[in-house]
């Protein structure tokens, strides 16, 4: 990845309904040099998709919880796992160090909806108990970090 790529980056993530031709124009290239480009960048998993961000209170979805899983000695790690995928309200699942083995983040319409979600987590098998922290406010979200520069290039 040069720094023609990280720019082609920084400009998708800035607007991912960039076009071709526009993003040309910015680093100069022409625009099938341009998608081939994008198009290796997908295919080496650099750029794993676009999405429309929303904001979640503007569609009934206004509490956000940030929820420990803690397992059962018996559990099955990966089982656990595969099971908290099928859990819609689950937005991001990490595996994690420390006391809990998984930190999911959930949203809820209100806290009816979250205590179902965690009644959901807590009957998955080999989950002994969760660990909830309630989010009062979002401050930001979805920060997109720099990218690091490549010391060879």
Not at 99 to 121: F, T
Not at 144 to 153: N, S, Y
């Amino acid at each position: 990845m040069d720094a023609v790529d990280r720019t082609l980056i920084e400009a998708l993530r800035a607007n991912g309904r960039a076009t071709y031709a526009e993003l040309a124009r910015l680093v100069g290239l022409s625009g099938p040099t341009v998608t081939d480009r994008i198009n290796r960048l997908e295919q080496a998993g650099v750029i794993t998709g676009y999405r429309a961000m929303i904001d979640p209170s503007a569609v009934g979805l206004g509490v956000t919880a940030l929820i420990g899983v803690l397992l059962s000695d018996a559990a099955d790690l990966d089982d656990v796992g595969r099971r908290l995928r099928d859990v819609p309200e689950i937005e991001d699942c990490w595996f994690v160090a420390g006391e809990e083995s998984y930190l999911v983040k959930v949203r809820a319409g209100d806290p009816l909806g979250l205590e179902k979600i965690i009644g959901k987590l807590n009957r998955i098998r080999g989950v002994a108990r969760t660990r909830t922290t309630v989010a009062l406010s979002t401050k930001w979200e979805g920060r997109q970090l720099p990218l690091e520069d490549d010391p060879q290039t």
